[in-house]
């Protein structure tokens, strides 16, 4: 009886000891969630247009290389019943890809009118959400009784409201994709951190509030310069042109803010908590399932037998060298770098959307 309640009692103990582990864990992750979307806030207030440029230069080609990897990870070796899934989200990505980048080559050599750009860029608009209206309405089929035909009706809304003020549309999605990534850790918190998932939520109620001040603290200052064609470009960038009305300290301001907070979960987050996994299954896991990012075997689509290890390592190489010429071209020229860049990124913006939806 005795050696028995000493057992429990260690048994209690442990656990005890345990569960206070995990709650230090979770009160670090919430405290560093919460001390750097405080210190974003300050930097992009204080120096909105130097952080733009600091921060592009450092992290916007790390952030490409990480995410690749990511949707290495979550890319299944044989596609099964998502075939028609990825082969739509393959074709959207390549052919969306291709034509916004023409975009800029055929302004420049002045094919149309002006007056017709807002219809051209319109007409990508609705190419692109009903590509993703398409997108999910597979993902639901994939879904076990689950109907998702109301993305049809949505999009279509979507295409109208993009048809009243392309340009606004399109200035809208340069200030949610950043968003995306918070929505992609809390589906891998879903996924490998459900105990985490409440405290990050809780935590994303901090992001109105600091957006909140930073409008208020912000809309009554001067117009940041854009007498140099950087400067300029940021600013545009951010909507000034078409948001004449607000300062472009603000829009700077916020657009920076929210950058940062992307390259975060993208180059911090993601990378820490990628190897975890459920508690129930971390010890079942092979060694090599939980190697570090950089570790090509833990890619499953170059582990598996049927996978293709050559090509995933050609793809991370390859990466790694675009990140080098996106640095090298940045020390040269950053105006010009900076504009290709954001031209040519549509691409994993677009391929942001397919993954997400694989994780709902």
């Known amino acids: 009886m005795e050696r028995t309640a000493n057992i429990n009692l260690a048994g209690w103990r442990a656990d005890r000891a345990s ?6 864990s979770l009160k670090t992750f919430a405290g560093i969630l919460i001390a750097c979307a405080c210190v974003s806030a300050v930097f992009a207030s ?13 992290f916007a080609g790390p952030h490409n290389w990480f995410e690749l990897r990511y949707f290495l990870m979550r890319l299944p070796v044989r596609f099964g019943k998502s075939r028609n899934f990825f082969l739509t989200a393959f074709a959207g990505i390549g052919f969306l890809t291709a034509t916004y980048i023409s975009l800029p080559v055929l302004y420049s050599f002045n094919l149309f009118p002006d007056h017709l750009w807002p219809t051209i860029l319109a007409s990508w608009n609705t190419m692109l959400l009903l590509w993703i209206g398409v997108l999910v309405w597979l993902r639901g089929k994939n879904k076990v009784r689950r109907d998702w035909s109301w ?3 949505i999009a279509f809304g979507l295409c109208a409201a993009n048809w009243l003020a392309p340009e606004f549309f399109s200035l809208g999605i340069v200030y949610l994709h950043p968003l ?3 929505w992609f850790l809390d589906r891998h918190l879903a996924r490998t951190r459900p105990e985490w998932l409440r405290t990050y939520r809780r935590c994303l109620c901090l992001l109105p509030l600091l957006l909140g001040g930073m409008f208020w603290q912000l809309t009554r200052t001067a117009a940041l310069p854009d007498d140099n064609g950087l400067f300029w470009r940021i ?6 042109q078409l948001l004449p009305n607000i300062s472009s300290h603000v829009l700077v301001a916020t657009h920076v803010f929210l950058e940062m907070l992307h390259y975060g979960v993208w180059l911090v987050a993601l990378p820490l908590i990628a190897p975890l996994t459920k508690k129930r299954d971390a010890e079942e896991l092979p060694v090599r399932q939980r190697a570090a990012f950089w570790q090509v075997n833990a890619v499953p689509l170059a582990r598996h037998p049927r996978g293709f290890p050559r090509l995933v390592t050609t793809a991370l190489v ?3 060298f675009a990140v080098a010429i996106l640095w090298f071209g940045f020390s040269v020229d950053y105006a010009t770098t900076r504009d290709v860049y954001f031209t040519i990124a549509i691409a994993h913006v677009l391929a942001e959307a397919p993954f997400l939806l694989k994780m709902l």
Do not use: E, N
């Open 19 to 24: 569960l206070s582990k995990r709650q230090l």
């Open 235 to 240: 600013t545009q960038h951010a909507g000034a």
């Open 46 to 58: 204080w120096l909105p247009l130097q952080f733009s440029i600091v921060t592009v230069f450092l």
């Open 318 to 320: 390859f990466g790694l």
């Open 151 to 153: 993305a049809f009706p």
């Open 180 to 182: 995306v990534a918070l």
